[in-house]
């Protein structure tokens, strides 16, 4: 008995594992929805699969159920994240389950929304069907991290980009700084673009470096090309802190297509494009100087928007902001392998580091050699 226990298990991790690299699929198209996968098994079989891709489309329930067909009839079916039980754009998947004839539901994680937790896993046992739950939790958190911190805090995974040369620094003393790291590592930024919700960046990063602030779908791997075609891809919510109006209709972000939000104290009047809002908050005084309230902002934005994942580029001052303040989830550092000399510009800029028990740590969650370049993906020690 317990052999035939400890095979099963094994299966199912088998099965949600394949699961789970569907869910993956769904990570530049699925927002505000969360990354789900599902397969359906019979006679060890696998027999459907599909994941969610777009919110107000078919869920990744209803994608494998229509691939396996009449097969679906006392099969299992493994799902990344629990099946939906209420109506909203699409009928409910606990449905569709029941009606197949699914004899046997395998749920990685339950529905983190507190009002629908459990009512599906409810409904199936309801029916007559065998559920299991709770299985390879670690990874049902890692592939939806923006979505569950969203809906449990209101507030959204935020990570902030930096690149740098091994002695810490980012340009030149003169500014000059195209380019510290390989292409390869700026092809990689692209995907990190391509997974958020939105991109925030300051009117100083504007002022500095005019960039474009959008996703490049030819800058893509040929995998990725052929995986997720031009018109799949979409363009994440540009977001600029603009407290002092610095930003124009002129800059060359504002001419590529995508929504902007133009975070600032006052408005002005400009004549912006219909793509452009000008959002206001409130302000904070920080050594004489008025700056934007950074908490409210990230939360009304979240709010308005559903944002589940936000990629942070900016330079050294507003870097330093955001690690002061707690609101960097995560860390990813391009880390060039030359020196650009002491007299160059830092990475970031952390004035109320005074003794050691103030420093920030991270812990290394993943290294990566990126063309030339290491990738460092860190998270805080406090996390």
Known sequence: ??????????????????????????????????NVGCVIVRNNKIVGEGYHIKAGEA?????????????????????????????????????????????????????????????????????????????MLSEAESINKGFLKRVRTGLPWIKLKLAASLDGRTAMSSGESKWITSIQSRQDVQNFRA?????????STI????????????????TMKHTYGKNQIR???????????????????IQYKGKILLARLKKDHLNWPSSVEQLL?????????YYINLIELIK?????????????????????????I????????????????SDARPLCLLPNIKCLNDIKSFKLIDIKIIGSDLRLRLMPKNT
Not at 195 to 203: G, K, P, V
Not at 209 to 219: I, Q, Y
Request: glycine letters at 6%.
């Open 195 to 203: 997974e958020s919700d939105a991109i925030l960046s300051t009117a």
């Open 300 to 324: 009304k934005i979240t709010q308005i928007h559903e944002i589940n994942n936000i990629w942070v580029e900016a330079g050294a001052t507003f870097s330093g902001a955001l690690l002061n």
């Open 59 to 135: 869920h990744a329930e209803i994608h494998a159920l229509r691939v396996a067909g009449n097969l679906s009839q006392g099969a299992t079916a493994y799902v990344t994240l629990e099946p939906c039980s209420h109506y909203g754009r699409t009928p409910p998947c606990t449905t569709a389950l029941i009606n197949a004839g699914i004899k046997r539901v395998v749920i990685a994680m339950l529905d983190p929304n507190f009002c629908s937790k459990g009512r599906g896993l409810h409904l199936l046992q309801q029916a007559g069907i065998q559920v299991e739950h709770s299985l």
């Open 326 to 341: 707690g609101l960097v989830d995560e860390l990813i550092l391009y880390q060039a392998l030359k020196f650009l000399g």
């Open 1 to 34: 008995m317990k052999n035939n226990t400890t095979t099963t298990k094994a299966r199912d991790k088998i099965y949600l594992t394949r699961a789970f690299q569907l869910a993956w699929k769904g990570r530049f198209t699925t927002t505000p929805n969360p």
């Open 281 to 289: 908050f409130s302000s904070m005084c920080y050594h004489g100087q």
């Open 207 to 222: 002022l500095a470096d005019n960039p474009k602030l959008n996703v490049r779908w030819t800058c893509f791997s040929k």
């Open 235 to 253: 363009q994440p919510l540009r977001i600029i802190i603009d407290s002092a109006n610095r930003v124009l209709p002129t800059h060359r972000f």
